[in-house]
């Protein structure tokens, strides 16, 4: 496989110096006052991070130098997950869990187990098993890349996450319907796709680096989409990103009808997503049931549309509050390794 050119931190430096203009931008929040970027939005502790996980600054740091640091911090950090880790192994080294291909329309050769299926985590990592593979075969890929399809159309029609998609036109929708499958254990179609896929360039303060060749590299693309604001290019997902992300993303779930035909495979994914978004925000995973009650609701999806493709309600809200709003039972995230693990981590094998 050809060498990819990854991004040096220096290049993310430059790149955020030539886009910020003045010393320090100032926002308005939706109460109408206004914070510098050049601070924390909230303290942060002598002995912990520097770079808020949250926004991406730092504690008092130039905001250039804090963008820029916050971004490369991430995207190494990124390299470090396990999950990501495993699927740069499988692009490199030709190995990935799953049977050989994946079935299109295939149906499960097992019956429906009794009992929700356990999310599969070892060692911070999700791992296939014969009941997801069994999950993902009753649904079949074309069930999957309509409503994968859905969702992108969704997410081009919202005025906030589609100023990360810098590039309408990949095949973003078939990615992912094939990175659902390979992840569930159907075979490594989304490897095989990746072997294949056109090299993509962005150029980042002088160097013209590979992007969108794996999850990671896509993602950063899309903190560096020409399409943001100024003050936001190069600033990693924050935890509102992600609670819009998966709002649209379980409501295409909904309209293409994955609720009603496959209650057993939704079940176990909304506790996948709950997983795997972690990596982008370590503070969404307690708003995906939200997402999904909120894409149940006909009321929600008009208030949305009335308000121009905007979730108002979530945009710029302080963790504190959005974390308020939740039932008591739904506000606690442990992560995967914790001696008791909270949802999604609950429930124990079969």
Same mark, same amino acid.
């Given at each position: 496989?050809?060498?990819? &050119? ?12 030539? &886009? ?9 929040? %939706?109460?109408? *006052? ?55 192994? @499988? ?21 429906? *187990?009794? &009992? ?6 070892? =060692?911070?990592?999700?791992? @296939? ?8 075969? *009753? ?22 996450? =589609? ?6 036109? =990949? ?26 896929? %056109? ?10 680096? =590979?992007?969108? #060749?794996?999850?990671? *590299?896509?993602? #950063? ?29 379980f409501w295409a779930a909904r309209e293409t009808g994955m609720f009603h035909r496959h209650p057993e495979f939704m079940e176990y994914y909304m506790r996948f997503i709950g997983h795997f ?29 009335? @308000? ?15 974390? @308020? ?26």
């Amino acid at each position: 496989m050809e060498r990819l &050119r990854l991004p040096s931190l220096a290049s993310l430096r430059r790149g955020i110096a030539r &886009r910020t203009k003045s010393p320090a931008r100032r926002v308005s929040s %939706p109460s109408g *006052s206004s914070r510098s970027h050049d601070s924390a939005p909230h303290p942060i502790g002598k002995d912990s991070n520097k770079v808020c996980p949250i926004t991406g600054l730092s504690a008092g740091g130039n905001p250039q130098e804090s963008a820029g640091a916050a971004s490369g911090e991430t995207y190494a950090a990124m390299q470090r997950d396990p999950d990501i880790a495993e699927e740069r192994l @499988a692009l490199e080294v030709g190995t990935a869990g799953g049977t050989p291909d994946a079935e299109e329309g295939a149906t499960p050769a097992a019956q429906p *187990s009794p &009992r929700a299926v356990p999310l599969s985590v070892i =060692d911070g990592k999700h791992q @296939a098993t014969p009941q997801t593979r069994r999950l993902v075969r *009753s649904v079949g890929l074309e069930s999957l890349r309509a409503f994968t399809s859905l969702f992108y159309r969704r997410s081009f029609g919202d005025r906030h996450i =589609d100023k990360f998609i810098a590039n309408r036109g =990949d095949p973003h929708a078939d990615r992912f319907a094939l990175w659902i499958v390979e992840k569930l254990g159907d075979g490594t179609p989304w490897t095989q796709e990746r072997r294949t896929r %056109p090299r993509r360039q962005m150029r980042l303060g002088g160097e013209v680096v =590979d992007v969108s #060749f794996d999850r990671s *590299s896509a993602h #950063f693309a899309a903190w560096h989409s020409p399409k943001r604001e100024p003050h936001r290019w190069g600033e990693h997902f924050r935890f509102d990103d992600a609670r819009v992300w998966m709002r649209l993303h379980f409501w295409a779930a909904r309209e293409t009808g994955m609720f009603h035909r496959h209650p057993e495979f939704m079940e176990y994914y909304m506790r996948f997503i709950g997983h795997f978004i972690s990596i982008y925000s370590s503070k969404a995973p307690p708003f995906v049931r939200e997402s999904v009650r909120w894409s149940a609701s006909p009321k929600n999806v008009q208030l949305y549309l009335a @308000a121009g493709n905007v979730m108002r309600d979530v945009i710029d809200k302080p963790i504190d509050e959005a974390l @308020a709003e939740l039932p008591a039972e739904e506000r606690l995230y442990t992560g995967s390794r914790h001696s008791d693990p909270a949802w999604p981590y609950d429930l124990r094998p079969l």
